[in-house]
């Protein structure tokens, strides 16, 4: 079996979807945070999931990266799961697991990449957003697409009323884009990324 790891900043609620899928739960090895007190930590080891600090304090974006690199490699990591990691990663951990990392992001890419895609879409008054599964590439949020699913922006939303209801769809998209990932059924032809066995 693939093994997977999670890399996350903050409360972990994409986490907990991939803890709470059957077909991932079980592939899931490690979860790597670069914040002590996140969120994701703390359900990981109620999980029973080992769960890691990689300090970045002192690092440049490289070098961090080179250090995330050799706790994923020292845990036998095969396909990496970044779910709200806040972090740019540097060129040698992503090219490492080239194919083989996803990251969620909340916003229809390519609209709005960055750590503040939703006030942005509540700023530019989008009338739909939505929530993205890519494949991660050495530009930020840029990836091929994997998942992608819209929700409405109503006149009364908040950043937090809006982010919940793109939570909600991450949570069903992906642990599902993570499964078909362990499942070997994605396959990529230039920047178009096909689900092997999807009856179209
Ligand atoms: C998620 O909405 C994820 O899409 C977003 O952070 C949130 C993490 O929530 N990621 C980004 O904005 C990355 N650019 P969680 O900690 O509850 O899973």
């Known amino acids: 079996m693939l093994r997977v790891a999670v890399l996350a900043s903050g409360e972990g609620t994409n986490l907990q979807a991939l803890l709470d899928d059957p077909k991932v739960a ?3 090895v490690v979860v790597l945070s670069d914040r002590a007190g996140a969120g994701a930590l703390a359900r990981a ?10 300090d970045p304090a002192g690092l440049n974006r490289d070098a961090y990266g080179d250090a995330l690199l050799r706790v994923l490699e020292d845990h036998h990591v095969d396909v990496v799961a970044l779910a709200g990691f806040m972090r740019i990663l540097g060129p040698r951990v992503v090219r490492a697991f080239e194919g083989r990392m996803l990251n969620v992001h909340p916003s229809l ?16 008054g989008v009338k739909v957003s939505g929530a993205t599964v890519h494949l991660v590439d050495e530009e930020v949020d840029h990836g091929p697409v994997v998942l992608q699913e819209a929700v409405p922006v109503r006149p009364d939303d908040d950043e937090e009323s809006l982010h919940a209801r793109i939570r909600a769809v991450e949570h069903r998209i992906y642990p599902r884009a993570v499964g078909l990932l362990l499942e070997g059924r994605l396959k990529l032809e230039g920047r178009i990324v096909h689900v092997l066995g999807d009856e179209e």
Do not use: Q, T
């Open 26 to 28: 079980p592939a899931l």
């Open 45 to 54: 080891r109620a999980h029973g999931v080992a769960a890691l600090h990689v």
């Open 109 to 124: 890419l390519p609209a709005f990449p960055g750590a503040h895609a939703v006030d942005e879409a509540l700023a530019w």
